[in-house]
């Protein structure tokens, strides 16, 4: 369920995704929710 809303989000908004994405290859889950969160917050205002 988490993949699939994560793949919408890459669908809605392509940049905030790829960046998401660089960060996820990279690195930490903390940094994987915070980015996640980021985004969101970014697609909700």
């Known amino acids: ?3 699939q ?4 989000i890459y669908t809605v ?4 995704g790829a960046a ?3 960060k996820v290859a ?3 889950v903390v940094d994987n ?5 980021t ?3 970014s697609l909700n205002s």
Request: charged share 10%; aromatic share 0%.
């Open 26 to 28: 990279q690195g930490g």
């Open 20 to 22: 998401t994405a660089e």
């Open 13 to 16: 908004d392509t940049t905030a």
């Open 39 to 41: 985004v969101l917050k």
């Open 5 to 8: 809303g994560v793949m919408q």
């Open 33 to 37: 929710l915070a980015s996640l969160l």
């Open 1 to 3: 369920a988490t993949n």
